[in-house]
């Protein structure tokens, strides 16, 4: 985002279901550019570096 990229991620299994052979990084690459492209694709929201420690946290507590 600083390069004023848009940026989107995406869950792995709604990707998952446009991989059509191995699992390789051509693959991979591939199955991203189709699934990209679906009207229908949804995105996850970006978590912010505050957010992440705040969920990091969560996981310890459960750990324990």
Do not use: W
């Amino acid at each position: 985002m600083g390069f004023g990229h848009t940026v989107r991620l995406m869950a792995p299994q709604f990707v998952k279901l446009y991989v059509k052979s191995n699992k390789n990084d051509m693959a991979d690459a591939e199955a991203i550019c189709e699934a990209v492209g679906q009207s229908t694709m949804r995105f996850v929201p970006i978590k912010h570096v505050e957010q992440q420690a705040i969920h990091s946290l969560h996981r310890l507590l459960r750990q324990t």
